[in-house]
T-cell receptor, first 119, second 113 residues
Framework: NAGVTQTPKFQVLKTGQSMTLQCAQD?????MSWYRQDPGMGLRLIHY???????DQGEVPNGYNVSRSTTEDFPLRLLSAAPSQTSVYFC??????????????????FGNGTRLTVT | GNSVTQMEGPVTLSEEAFLTINCTYT??????LFWYVQYPGEGLQLLLK?????DKGSNKGFEATYRKETTSFHLEKGSVQVSDSAVYFC????????????FGGGTRVLVKP
């Protein structure tokens, strides 16, 4: 089982450059999301999607774009990288999306992360 | 809004010692509560969960009880091993927020042989 696959594992960007972090899952999960992890701050939600064609903003969306053209893929785009975006990024997915009665009990499955440094 | 507060680390223990990581939360109604664990170089994985008051989640020797009266979900293990060295995250979800989780800041645990 591949689960949630993120690429690349490491990336160094210069300020102003753009790039796309890739995320794919093979579990047919409806819900996918992107978090960033910063020391002492836990994980903060950037964007999420409850199904193909549907995306929404999380807690810290500025500077990032997402799209969900297929169930499997949920790429995160950095439009113009800034040093404040230096972080570890995690993609996560789960079975049920939206506000169904069971969705909030569904555990998230995480990828192994992408460590991004912006100089 | 919802929030989760957990004790700061690092917590350093000897093998076979007792581990407690405190977690308290702020939320309306009855959220679901989770503990996730992150081993070095990996993503987070679910350790245990509890979905209603007084529920006890357990897995791999870890336990946590959902205490509505103290809004707490403390993680405990009676005898830790070196392999338990990791970062532990407390988190909550709420029916109104669907799958969106609110995480605590994480607690790094280091177990020495």
């Amino acid at each position: 089982n591949a689960g949630v696959t993120q690429t690349p594992k490491f990336q160094v960007l210069k300020t102003g450059q753009s790039m796309t972090l890739q995320c794919a899952q093979d579990m047919n999960h409806e819900y996918m999301s992107w978090y960033r992890q910063d020391p002492g701050m836990g994980l903060r939600l950037i964007h999420y999607s409850v199904g193909a064609g549907i995306t929404d903003q999380g807690e810290v969306p500025n500077g990032y774009n997402v799209s969900r053209s297929t169930t499997e893929d949920f790429p995160l785009r950095l439009l113009s990288a800034a040093p404040s975006q230096t972080s570890v990024y995690f993609c996560a997915s789960s079975y049920a999306g939206g506000q169904s009665s069971s969705s909030y009990n569904s555990p998230l499955h995480f990828g192994n992360g992408t460590r991004l440094t912006v100089t | 809004g919802n929030s989760v507060t957990q004790m700061e680390g690092p917590v350093t223990l000897s093998e076979e010692a007792f581990l407690t990581i405190n977690c308290t939360y702020t939320a309306t109604g009855y959220p679901s509560l989770f503990w996730y664990v992150q081993y070095p170089g990996e993503g987070l994985q679910l350790l245990l969960k509890a979905t209603k008051a007084d529920d006890k989640g357990s897995n791999k020797g870890f336990e946590a009880t959902y205490r509505k009266e103290t809004t707490s979900f403390h993680l405990e293990k009676g005898s830790v091993q070196v392999s338990d060295s990791a970062v532990y995250f407390c988190a909550l979800s709420h029916k109104a927020a669907g799958n969106k989780l609110t995480f605590g800041g994480g607690t790094r645990v280091l177990v020495k042989p």
